[in-house]
């Protein structure tokens, strides 16, 4: 029995295959979201009434910022990657990615990451000044718990395990394809995921110099973010040149599956797909230059609020055009109502009302009066949970056959999903609360 046992915890331990690297990732990452919800749920259970002493302060600070760290860079992306490491080398036509042993390396790099953040609330405190982790709130004088240096370690590694990662879905991508098989012929889904990668290089290496900067100040006692004289700006621009197409990087996948689930159970191609993968480029490009509409309330000169007004809103035109893409496949269709399609439904819905208050955003004037309000909490998840993770929830059901080998129980998978709606309602209360 224990030979046994040591057995399949060997094939696990040093799998280099795709397909087993995949499973690792879905499974690690839905862990690490489970975390991340036990640390939501006591931040709600905490504001569930006046007075409540349930967390302190600075407690409830830290289950903040780690939740937001860990649902954005340890769950959303590499439970997306978890479907690409298993499905893009079979839609592709190819045995493996380029790099087998990098691929093994690069989730184990991830897995360590997760757990050294959340050991970081074993080391004095875990950061505790918001995902953004804002200068000067992060220098050593404001918050001078050990945690906080193993939070910025474990963001290092991550995007050193991001990097390997994306490395090798580019060579695979365009080097391993099977004969015949043009860039212009992959469905969306593997071009979602392409797009992301690029999108990963160009934004990751800008927050690891921001991460790597910020550690050799709290380390070395140099004053990059923590100078009087622009520190805190240099950390704005430097966080939110990676911090803005993070949420398009998290996004892309969500969109590439719901464009996969929405056809097979309408039975119609995908409406319009050429141009669904053309805005998906557009999106891309234009979100690296829209970073400043989190600097509004900075004081950034009149021609840059101009500049990033007008971006802002161009960035949603891309967008416009693949949800009525996804509207128009199902025009006419006899959609069958699975869980798959139910999610993927439901993540549009969300998307749209999430897009729609984002455009709000877009305008300055607007922007100082909603700064900081559950508006754009709300804005937030909406994109970031009511679009991205309810995607990803519905790619889960739609390839748990394939990946499994079984078959999932229908009604238990629709009770799921009536509840996930029911999640996004208070999400949709917060928004008129706050509009209110």
Partial sequence: MAEQLWVSAKRWLYTTNHKDIGILYLITSLFLFAAAGVLALTMRTQLSAPDNTLLTANIYNQFVTVHGLLMIFWVLSPLAFGFANYIIPLEIGCRDLAF????????????????MMILSFFFGAAPDLGWTLYSPQNAAQFS?????????????????????????FLVTM??????GLKLRHMSVFPWAILVTIFMMLYAFPSFLAA??????????????????QGGSLLWDNVFWFFGHPEVYIVLFPAIGIIADIIPTFA???????????????????????????????????????????????????????????LIETLGFAKLRLKAPALFALGAVANFIVGGI????????????????????VA??????????????????????????????????????????????????????????
């Fill in 100 to 115: 087998p042993r990098l691929n093994s390396m690069s989730y184990w790099f991830f897995l360590f990451s997760g757990v």
């Fill in 144 to 168: 001078p718990a050990i945690g906080f240096n193993l939070g910025a370690g474990a963001l290092i590694l991550m995007v050193v395990s991001i990097t390997m990662s994306s490395i090798n």
């Fill in 174 to 179: 365009f080097k391993m394809r099977a004969p």
């Fill in 211 to 228: 991460v790597v900067l910020l550690y050799v100040d709290r380390a070395f006692g140099t004053v990059y973010f923590s100078s009087i």
């Fill in 267 to 325: 039975r119609r191609p995908l409406y319009g797909s050429k141009y669904v993968i053309g805005a998906l480029v557009a999106a891309a490009l234009i979100s690296f230059v829209v970073w400043g509409h989190h600097m509004f309330v900075t004081g950034i000169g009149i021609v840059s609020t101009k500049l990033y007004t007008v971006t802002t809103i161009a960035v949603s035109l891309p967008f416009d055009i693949i949800v009525i893409s």
């Fill in 357 to 376: 208050t984002g455009v709000f955003l877009a305008s300055v004037a607007l922007d100082y009066a909603l700064r900081g309000t559950y508006f754009v």
């Fill in 379 to 436: 804005h937030f998840h909406y994109i970031m949970v009511g679009a991205s993770i309810i995607g990803l929830i519905g790619g889960l059901y739609y390839w748990f056959p394939k990946i499994t080998g079984r078959m999932y129980d229908e009604k238990i998978a629709k009770v799921h999903f009536s509840s996930s709606a029911e999640h996004n309602f208070c999400y949709f209360t917060i928004y008129i609360v706050a509009r209110g």
